[in-house]
Structure formats: structure tokens, C-alpha cells
């Protein structure tokens, strides 16, 4: 038989999968439905990394497999076309962006069939056309409806750089995400999204199959903290101040309370001599990043207002200071200094001479900061606090709160760290904000039936760095008629976030050519949520988030019928170059392209699953690469060569190897998965196995190699197409085990395992657990007085 001709093979199956079209999914037949979905790319005018290639193959072998068992499987593809690297792209060819989108768009398409993928491209969704961010547009508006998206003047996160506000998301540790220049703050009116409001359940994860790292990410940054206001009199003042604490079992130990520069009653809180210092101070404080300010091994600053405050519980009059340790976009803005029992205010007190007076101890009767301890559950009493010393902390922590609110100086409060969502953004390359201000009427949404907003094409794109959007210098977009009262009317002219865009997307997958609506409920809530999800763990905070904050939204407006989006999400891991990070900075990406061209798309895929676990990633290596050649090779020989016959030996193996490359598929452990089909493959070899036999391998290499397989099968006279026949199923009674692992107990407690034959005999068992060496160490310890073996379950001594 010939050499096996990868290229020759991908492009003729290629081309048939396509003219059959047999990767398009009926929508209508969803009893078994499956919907595999994976995170869509954005197009740059890059090709397809090893990444993608990573990512989105495996991903596929699953979708394949699921097929293969019955599943009718949707597996859509699409592109997030709207944002910076489509935008900077067309910056620097010069190329508008609608056009070098869709070229790019049009060159994805096609290095997204090589990879062979059962993409349905029917469902396509290209979220930079019209067609599409009209019911983005419509999102928004179904929002603003709810209340749920207002504009608020605040100090933003801005990229001098790319000439744009970021989230914070997007600019975690002071610099913008994108380009890693230092953010500036800027105060700006922007349109925001109130995720905050969704807070709560966010938090529920009932019913979702994710990984623990990523709920643990979300939680973290939704960040909820229970805990109180308590409110603070301003001395000879109309004012009182809110201050936000976890632990008011320390307010008897309050000695200072500091307010935020930035908080908006400060300017009356400042004494006339005090005034030059404090303003001084603010303004340096406007220059560092939240992190810097935050940063703990950063020095503590402030400066006396010369207001005091005064402590509801005993009447103390406390002093108010100036602090940039203390943020006013958390809590109130305004902290009370406990030196005693927190780090921060202690470097304060310290620094500044203010009292340290303890409040609380912990069992043994020792002082502590509340840094060093779960402050939730914490154990000590209570001291030096009035009416509440000697109480537990923690129920006096109730208590006080009681009181407080009772005597109106307080209450409990749930605080969370997630912010609002703000989609502003300064570009022109995105779906623009459909609102129009009127003299007369206001601010006034587009009306449904006049969606598309749409991005006028005759608009010098690029920013002028002005902080206006590109939109703004376009009078013809600008200039409109009110929607109300059809007077003279200005659009909004900033354009939403892309991850606006990417929140809802999968949702119109499966209503894709709708016109008159985004989606139709019936459609979804057959179809959705996403049976499985798999994407980079980037995500974690923002996507992620936001998809299921706009999910969940529209089911509470009852657009569709489901909670979540996503029932099982798995990331991929990354792949590394000599255990860096491939990047084209370091200069150490490998393409694909040309291993593609060399060993075919199969062999590509394979060899990338093969490198590690899915979810780890590797570290790649040329040379690798060969192994999988030759396995291929070998597959081809086996399949084209003389039927032989293994007998009962190699039907067992047979069914062995239907079992571990099923489980191993199911747990996208396809490293393993390849692994266990060579063994077969060197055994099938050596003894030959039948066509019946033959057969089952190229099924199971199908999902892994679908190519190889299709081919494969055809050439065993199989019918059209490998992948609408029933997956193998193996019989349980030929792949039980000759031999088990069974629990060695001591005293109750398993101490061990062993291996051993099914059928091994009590003296053998014996003998291969003191064997052991953790069992002998427990052994030696005492007398054995009894020795218990029941075959195929456990062992156990009870040693005296
Ligand atoms: C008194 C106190 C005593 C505090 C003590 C801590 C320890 P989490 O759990 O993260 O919510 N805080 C409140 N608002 C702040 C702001 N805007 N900027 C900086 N710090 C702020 O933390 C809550 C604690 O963070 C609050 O409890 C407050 O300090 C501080 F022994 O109040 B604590
Ligand atoms: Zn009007």
C-alpha cells in the first residue's frame, strides 16, 4: 500500500465534508441536542497561531466523539470583528476597517476548515455587521428599559496610548491590558451597566460543572464582604460620614478616622488652616494608581482636616484625616482608623502619634491584627468596649450592629468589589450607543425599528487624541432628529465595549439569519445553555462574567428560559517554547503553517494532544512531531494490509481500548487517549487483527484523526461517513481487570495499596501488603492479632 498522502486526503474530505454539508446541524431535531461551543477568535490580519491550533482541535476531537455517540451536535463559529486589534490593524495597512475585517474574517474562515473541524459555518455570526450589532444595540436598549444601564460622570481608567477608557478589568495593576502603558485617571461621563446588581448571583454556581480556580477567580472579584456602616457626627457640623467595616468589634478602638481625597464632601470638612496642606496633598494623590496607594509595604501619608468626628458608642471626639490609603470607590470612601488590630492603621498611628487602644484578644488572652486571622471566623472576646466587653467577637460583632441600628447610627451592609461595567469606549470601531440627546426631551433611546444605529463608513477612524470619539468629527452622524418630538437631536458617539458584544453571542448562533428579532425563545431554550464551553482562563473575570450577568439578565426580562449560559466550561492550557510563553516580542512563536504543510492537519492535531493534558498545555518540540508521523504511517499499514486474526487476546484488548479512548475523550484527556491507540496499533501489527477489528480502531482514532479516519473507513468499505456511525461499544465482561488495587487497613485506617491478581489467595495478599513499606512501618509498631482479606476489596490487620 502506498505512503499515506495527508494532504492529498484533508483536501478531498475537506471538500466532500463540505459539498454534504454534513457538519450543518438540524436545529429542528434537538432531543439529542449538544451544543460545543468554543470562545470565537478575533481577526487581526494575523493568521492562526499554535494557540488557536491548540485550542480549537482538541476541541473539536470532542464535539467529533460526541457526534460519534448519538449527540446532534452544534458547533458554530464566528468572529468578535469589532475592537482594537481589528481597529489597529486597519490603522496601520490603511485599510478601512469594514473591509480589512471581512478580508481577514474571509482568511480565518479558510484556516479554520484546514484544521478540519466540523465548524457549522452555516450559524455564523460576524459581530461587526450590521446584521448582527443591531440586537447588540437591542441588548442595550432592553437595559436601559430595565434601569439597568445609566450614565455617571466618573474618574476612569484612561489609556494615553490607545486613546481610551478601559475597564478595570482591563487595566488591573495601573496599566492598560493592551499596550502596558501607565493608565491616567480622567473624569469622564460614561454609559455603565449595573452588574453590581447581579452581585448575588453571580455568586450561585448551582448546577454548573466549572473549574474550581475559575469560580474562585469570579468570587474573588465580585469580592463580597459583610460587615456595617457605622455613622459618624461631624463635630459643630451638619455632616455625618459613613464608614464601612468588616470588624466593628474594634470600633471602642477607633483612635483616628480617614476619608478619601477624592470624596465629595472633603472641601466641607476642611478647617481654613488647614486648608493649603490638604490641597496640596489631594493633588498629588490624583497622580498615583490605586495600586500604588493600596500597595501594603507603601508608606502611609495624610494630613489633619481639623474637623473631628464623634464616636456613637462613647462620645469621643475622634480627628479626621486626608489618607489616599483609603479609595472612594469602596465602601464609603471614609475608614476608621483602628491601630490596635489592623496593619495599615497601625503604620499610621504610628507615624503620626495616634493612640493604640485595644479592643479585642483572641483565646489566649493575645492581641492581634485582623491581617493575620479569618476575620469571619474568628475566636477571642471582646475588651475595653462598655456594655459589649467580655462578649464573643463575633456575636458581639452582632450585637453592636443591633445596637447601632436601634440607636439609628448604623446598620449592616453587604459591600461587594465588583464595579459597575463601564462599555464607553472612545473608538470608532465598535457598535454604536443607540441614544440621542435632545434639548427638548433629553436623553431619548433609539427606537427598536430604527436599529442598526449604524457605524458610518465616511469617518477618519483613527483617534485624534482629543478624548473624543472618532464619531464626534462626523456631523452627518452626529446630527440627527429627536425620536420624541423630531427636533434638531446629537447621537451619542462613543461606542460600547466589545466584550458587550461578545456577551451575548451565543445566543444568536442558532437564530443567525433571524431579521426581525435576535432570537427566537423557543429556538434557545431548546438549544441553550452551552453543553460545553472551552476557552482561554483569561477570561476568567470579564467574558465570563459578563455573558452570564447578560444572560442572566435577560431571563430575569424573560427573554429566554435559562439561568445560565454555560453548564460545563473547560479552559486549554498554554503551550510554551522552551518553557516560555510564546509571544512575537521574544521572538519564539511557532506557526503552524508550515508543520501543517508538512504532516497534514491530523498529524498537527495529534501531536499538539499528545504533548500533555488539555487542560496543562506543554512545552513544544520540533521532534515530536515525527512519533506522530510515524504512528499515522503505521495506522494506514495496518488498515490497507492483510486482514489477520488476534483472537480472544486481542478482542479483549480490543474492547480495553474502546473503554480507556471513550473515558479518556470524555475527560479530554487526549494525550492519553492517543497513547493507548499506538500500544493497540504496535500489538495489531505484530498479530493482526480482521476487518471487524480495523474497523473499530478507525473509529476510535476518528474524533483525534478525522481525516485519517474518514479515509480509513472508506477504504475498508465503510459507509459514507465515518462520523454518523455509532460509536463502538465494548463488552464490560471483557475488560474486567485480571488484576485489582485494594486497600491495605490498620486499625480501621487504610494505610496502603496494593496490586494484585483478581483471584490471589489470602497468603498472597498477605505477603504483597507487608510488603508495603508504609503498611510494615505501621506494623512493626505493634503485636498483629488478627489479619482480615476479602479478595477483591480490602485488607486489614488489627495490630495491638
Ligand atoms: C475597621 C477595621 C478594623 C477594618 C480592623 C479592618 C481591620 P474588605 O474585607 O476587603 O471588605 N476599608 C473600607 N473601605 C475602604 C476604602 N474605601 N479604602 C480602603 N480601605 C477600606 O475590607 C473591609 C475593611 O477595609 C474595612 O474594615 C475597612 O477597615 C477597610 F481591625 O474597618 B476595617
Ligand atoms: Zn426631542
Same mark, same amino acid.
Given at each position: ?24 446541524? =438540524? ?32 476541541? =473539536? ?52 476548515? =484546514? ?226 488590630? =489592623? ?17 479585642? !484578644? ?80 433629553? !436623553? ?357
Amino acid at each position: 500500500m502506498a505512503k499515506y498522502n495527508a494532504r492529498g486526503v484533508e483536501q478531498k474530505w475537506q471538500k466532500k465534508w463540505k459539498a454534504s454539508e454534513l457538519y450543518k446541524t =438540524d436545529l429542528s431535531d434537538d432531543a439529542q441536542k449538544y451544543y460545543n461551543l468554543v470562545m470565537f477568535p478575533y481577526p487581526s490580519g494575523d493568521k492562526l497561531h499554535i494557540g488557536h491550533w491548540y485550542n480549537y482541535g482538541p476541541f =473539536d476531537s470532542y464535539g467529533r466523539y460526541m457526534r460519534m455517540n448519538g449527540k446532534n451536535v452544534l458547533q458554530p463559529m464566528g468572529f468578535d470583528s469589532f475592537g482594537l486589534p481589528a481597529e489597529n490593524y486597519a490603522i496601520k495597512s490603511g485599510v478601512h476597517p469594514r473591509k480589512s475585517t471581512m478580508e481577514n474574517v474571509k482568511c480565518m474562515q479558510k484556516q479554520l476548515t =484546514d484544521i478540519g473541524a466540523m465548524w457549522d459555518f452555516d450559524k455564523m455570526v460576524v459581530t461587526s455587521e450590521p446584521d448582527y450589532y443591531k440586537w447588540t444595540q437591542w441588548v442595550f436598549l432592553k437595559l436601559y428599559e430595565k434601569g439597568l444601564a445609566y450614565k455617571k460622570k466618573a474618574p476612569v481608567n484612561w489609556c494615553p496610548s490607545c486613546k481610551t477608557v478601559l475597564a478595570n478589568e482591563q487595566a488591573q495593576n495601573g496599566k492598560c491590558e493592551r499596550c502596558d502603558s501607565e493608565v491616567e485617571h480622567k473624569d469622564l461621563t460614561q454609559w455603565f451597566l449595573k452588574i453590581r446588581d447581579y452581585a448575588e448571583k453571580l455568586l450561585s454556581y448551582e448546577g454548573l460543572d466549572w473549574p474550581e480556580k475559575t469560580m474562585l477567580m469570579q468570587k474573588n472579584w465580585i469580592g463580597k464582604s459583610t460587615g456595617c456602616d457605622v455613622s459618624w457626627k461631624v463635630k459643630d457640623q451638619d455632616i455625618s460620614l459613613g464608614t464601612f467595616t468588616t470588624t466593628v468589634d474594634t470600633v471602642y478602638g477607633v483612635t483616628f478616622v480617614v476619608i478619601s481625597p477624592e470624596h465629595p464632601d472633603l472641601d466641607k470638612l476642611i478647617k481654613p488652616t488647614n486648608k493649603e496642606a490638604v490641597e496640596k496633598y489631594i493633588k498629588e494623590a490624583d497622580k498615583k494608581t490605586d495600586i500604588e496607594r493600596m500597595a501594603e509595604n507603601k508608606e502611609k501619608t495624610g494630613v489633619p482636616t481639623g474637623s473631628y468626628v464623634i464616636n456613637p458608642f462613647n462620645g469621643d471626639e475622634i480627628p479626621l484625616w486626608v489618607a489616599d490609603y483609603v479609595l472612594m470607590n469602596y465602601g464609603t470612601g471614609v475608614v476608621m482608623g483602628v491601630p490596635a488590630h =489592623d496593619q495599615r492603621d497601625m503604620d499610621f498611628a504610628n507615624k503620626y502619634n495616634f493612640p493604640i487602644i485595644q479592643s479585642i !484578644e483572641g483565646e489566649n488572652g493575645e492581641s492581634f491584627i485582623y491581617d493575620d486571622v479569618d476575620k469571619y471566623n474568628v475566636k477571642g472576646r471582646i475588651i475595653n468596649s462598655g456594655d459589649f466587653s467580655d462578649m464573643d467577637i463575633l456575636k458581639g460583632r452582632k450585637e453592636i450592629i443591633k445596637w447601632m441600628e436601634e440607636n439609628k447610627c448604623g446598620k449592616g451592609k453587604i459591600q461587594y468589589r465588583l464595579r459597575d461595567w463601564l462599555i464607553s469606549r472612545q473608538r470608532y470601531w465598535g457598535a454604536p450607543i443607540p441614544i440621542v440627546y435632545c434639548d427638548k426631551c433629553g !436623553e431619548v433611546p433609539v427606537p427598536e425599528d430604527q436599529l442598526p444605529v449604524e457605524l458610518p463608513v465616511d469617518v477618519e477612524f483613527k483617534a485624534k487624541g482629543d478624548g473624543k470619539s472618532p464619531l464626534f468629527h462626523s456631523d452627518s452622524f452626529r446630527k440627527t432628529k429627536c425620536p420624541e418630538c423630531g427636533g434638531e437631536a446629537e447621537r451619542e458617539v462613543d461606542t460600547m465595549d466589545t466584550f458587550m458584544c461578545s456577551s451575548w453571542y451565543f445566543l444568536r448562533y442558532p437564530c443567525n439569519k433571524m431579521e426581525d428579532k435576535p432570537f427566537d425563545k423557543g429556538v434557545l431554550d431548546k438549544w441553550l445553555p452551552v453543553d460545553m464551553y472551552v476557552g482561554g482562563p483569561e477570561h476568567a473575570c470579564m467574558h465570563l462574567l459578563y455573558a452570564r450577568f447578560i444572560n442572566m439578565a435577560l431571563y430575569d426580562m424573560g427573554h429566554i428560559g435559562f439561568k445560565e449560559p454555560f453548564k460545563r466550561l473547560v479552559h486549554q492550557g498554554m503551550i510554551t517554547k522552551d518553557g516560555a510563553k510564546m509571544s512575537k516580542s521574544k521572538g519564539n512563536v511557532v506557526s503552524p503553517d508550515e508543520f501543517v504543510e508538512k504532516y497534514g492537519s491530523d498529524i498537527f492535531r495529534m501531536y499538539l494532544m499528545f504533548m500533555g493534558p488539555f487542560t496543562e498545555g506543554g512545552d513544544w518540540n520540533d521532534k515530536g512531531i515525527t512519533g506522530i508521523a510515524r504512528f499515522v504511517e503505521k495506522v494506514w499499514g495496518l488498515i490497507g494490509g492483510e486482514d489477520g486474526d488476534s483472537g480472544a487476546e486481542g478482542e479483549k484488548m480490543l474492547n480495553k481500548l474502546i473503554k480507556k479512548v471513550s473515558g479518556d475523550i470524555e475527560k479530554m484527556h487526549f494525550n492519553t487517549a492517543v497513547a493507548a491507540l499506538m500500544e493497540f496499533v504496535n500489538f495489531a501489527k505484530k498479530s493482526g487483527i480482521g476487518k471487524a477489528a480495523k474497523k473499530t480502531v478507525a473509529q476510535l482514532i476518528a474524533p483525534l484523526a478525522p481525516h485519517l479516519a474518514e479515509e480509513s473507513w472508506e477504504v475498508l468499505g465503510g459507509k459514507y461517513s465515518i462520523f454518523d456511525q455509532k460509536w463502538p461499544e465494548y463488552d464490560a465482561a471483557m475488560v474486567v481487570d485480571d488484576t485489582v488495587t485494594i486497600g491495605v487497613q490498620i486499625n480501621g485506617k487504610v494505610r496502603g495499596e496494593i496490586e494484585i491478581a483478581v483471584d490471589a489467595d489470602q497468603e498472597v495478599a498477605m505477603a504483597a501488603a507487608k510488603k508495603n513499606q508504609n503498611v510494615s512501618k505501621y506494623l512493626s509498631e505493634g503485636k498483629v492479632v488478627k489479619e482480615i482479606y476479602v479478595p477483591g476489596k480490602i485488607v486489614g490487620f488489627v495490630v495491638k
